[in-house]
């Protein structure tokens, strides 16, 4: 069944978009399979679940987390990840530049963006993101390659729409800043009730979890 899943979303997806295998919850055999079918990067939100499934694993995939990162897991998140897709704060920025710096590695990260505006949501909000991207570029372990946003959830993925819109408008308003260090490449939105919906408005980078492996 999940090899089926990933295989038809590959087949689906145009070229130059990316899939994450969104895996909370799920099993290494799990995520063994939807590797073996062709899935090449895994999105995890949870430390205990990243490190559990990494450790059997390992690099014969890319690992994305894509979670409320707090800093104080963010010494091991980075050995273990390939992408960070959640940075939302400059504590943030600064701890993942100190821990990266000291094993060596640049990590690339995505800035969460609020783009519904929820208070109880984290993210950056959109009137916020150009001087949080000036404010953390001296930050050189670290290098911001895009955007990341959730959205609203909506069961109509059409009441979506105009927050992946916002996003991507953000996304080249930032692009067109030519700020030195950073290289705006991915759009990272959308999730299975909303991906088709996020690539039109833009995305190239979907998170799906559900589609792949069925239902939570
Ligand atoms: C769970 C999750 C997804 C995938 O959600 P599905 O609806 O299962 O596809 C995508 N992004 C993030 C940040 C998630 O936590």
Same mark, same amino acid.
């Given at each position: 069944?999940?090899?089926?899943?990933?295989?038809?979303?590959?087949?689906? $997806?145009?070229?130059? =978009?990316?899939?994450?295998?969104?895996?909370?919850? /799920?099993?290494?055999?799990?995520?063994?399979?939807?590797?073996?079918?062709?899935?090449?990067?895994?999105?995890?939100? *949870?430390?205990?679940?990243?490190?559990? =499934?990494?450790?059997? &694993?390992g690099?014969?995939?890319?690992?994305? %987390?894509?979670?409320?990162?707090?800093?104080?897991?963010?010494?091991y998140?980075?050995?273990?990840?390939?992408? =960070?897709?959640? $940075?939302?704060? &400059?504590? +943030?920025?600064?701890?993942?530049?100190?821990?990266?710096?000291?094993?060596?590695?640049?990590?690339?990260?995505?800035?969460?963006?609020n783009?519904?505006?929820?208070?109880?949501?984290?993210? =950056?909000?959109?009137?916020?993101?150009?001087? %949080?991207? /000036?404010? &953390?570029?001296?930050?050189?372990?670290?290098?911001?390659?895009? $955007?990341?946003?959730?959205?609203?959830?909506?069961?109509?993925?059409?009441?979506?729409?105009?927050? %992946?819109?916002k996003?991507?408008?953000? %996304?080249?308003?930032?692009?067109?800043?030519? &700020?030195?260090?950073?290289?705006?490449?991915? +759009?990272?939105?959308?999730?299975?009730?909303? *991906?088709?919906?996020?690539?039109?408005?833009?995305?190239?980078?979907?998170?799906?979890?559900?589609?792949?492996?069925?239902? /939570?």
């Amino acid at each position: 069944m999940i090899k089926e899943n990933v295989r038809l979303i590959l087949n689906e $997806l145009k070229e130059g =978009v990316e899939l994450v295998a969104a895996a909370k919850t /799920r099993t290494a055999n799990e995520i063994l399979e939807a590797i073996d079918a062709g899935v090449k990067i895994i999105g995890e939100n *949870y430390f205990q679940e990243l490190r559990d =499934v990494y450790d059997i &694993i390992g690099n014969k995939v890319k690992w994305h %987390f894509i979670g409320h990162l707090q800093t104080n897991k963010v010494k091991y998140v980075v050995e273990m990840c390939d992408m =960070v897709e959640t $940075l939302d704060s &400059i504590r +943030l920025a600064a701890e993942l530049d100190k821990r990266c710096r000291k094993i060596g590695k640049v990590m690339p990260v995505l800035i969460e963006i609020n783009s519904g505006k929820e208070e109880q949501k984290s993210g =950056v909000l959109p009137a916020n993101a150009i001087s %949080f991207i /000036r404010n &953390i570029v001296k930050y050189t372990s670290i290098k911001v390659m895009g $955007l990341m946003t959730m959205g609203p959830l909506f069961g109509d993925p059409e009441n979506a729409r105009p927050y %992946f819109r916002k996003t991507k408008t953000l %996304f080249e308003q930032i692009s067109d800043e030519k &700020i030195p260090g950073i290289e705006m490449k991915y +759009l990272s939105m959308g999730m299975t009730n909303s *991906y088709k919906v996020a690539i039109e408005e833009g995305s190239n980078m979907v998170r799906i979890g559900t589609k792949i492996f069925g239902a /939570r």
